[in-house]
Antibody, heavy 114, light 107 residues
């Protein structure tokens, strides 16, 4: 069974970087696409980007140069880094597989606050 | 970006009734559309992809239709466990985008 689990700090200060890990079991991240999605208060959903089976990445232009998605294939994990966060980055962050998302993590709430 | 519009933000219906949730794309996305259900405390569940293909495990009372710009998720004979938030998502082009969600409440 494919399972994804997000982990990382729940509180980040403004201007700092947000870093999250998605640990995957039951499927190799060297296959398919692995992405990050966030849900803002009020239920708006935003696709942030993904890393492909080959290691190539694609990002939402709305995040400009603030985002980076990387991976560690030996641990079957992939990572999100979002730089220069503001309070508007407060959201629940999800990792998910694919371009339509058959598998999701449970989500982790990240609050940006001083 | 392709804007996805779910015109109904809230819907209430009784068990046994049928409901339809619409989703409109700002440009043609062929059938590159997925539907999800989210319940509090649970992971998102993919219900339908390619506009009308049921994901394994999705009950047959769910169906999807549409192509191009207009899509519909229909739930026949509602069950109490069908409450939740429903989202559409296009994967025709990047950035992938979601509708704003429709909250289904069971009366």
């Amino acid at each position: 069974e494919v399972q994804l689990q997000e982990s990382g700090p729940g509180l980040v200060k403004p201007s700092q970087s947000l870093s999250l890990t998605c640990s995957v079991t039951g499927y190799s991240i060297t296959s398919n696409y692995w992405g990050w999605i966030r849900k803002f208060p009020g239920n708006k959903m935003e696709w942030m980007g993904y890393i492909s089976y080959s290691g190539s990445t694609s990002y939402n232009p709305s995040l400009k140069s603030r985002i980076s998605i990387t991976r560690d294939t030996s641990k079957n994990q992939f990572f999100l880094q979002l730089n220069s966060v503001t309070t508007e980055d407060t959201a629940t962050y999800y990792c998910a597989r694919g371009r339509w998302f058959a598998y999701w993590g449970q989500g982790t709430l990240v609050t940006v606050s001083s | 970006d392709v804007q996805m519009t779910q015109s109904l933000s809230y819907l209430a219906a009784s068990p046994g009734e049928s409901v339809s949730i619409s989703c409109k794309a700002s440009k043609s996305i062929s059938n590159y559309l997925a539907w999800y259900q989210q319940k509090p405390g649970e992971a998102y569940k993919l219900l339908i992809y390619s506009g009308s293909t049921l994901q394994s495990g999705t009950p047959s009372r769910f169906s999807g239709s549409g192509s191009g710009t207009d899509f519909t998720l229909t739930i026949r004979s509602l069950e109490p466990e069908d409450f939740g938030l429903y989202y559409c998502q296009q994967y025709y082009e990047k950035p992938l985008t979601f509708g704003s969600g429709t909250k289904l409440e069971i009366k």
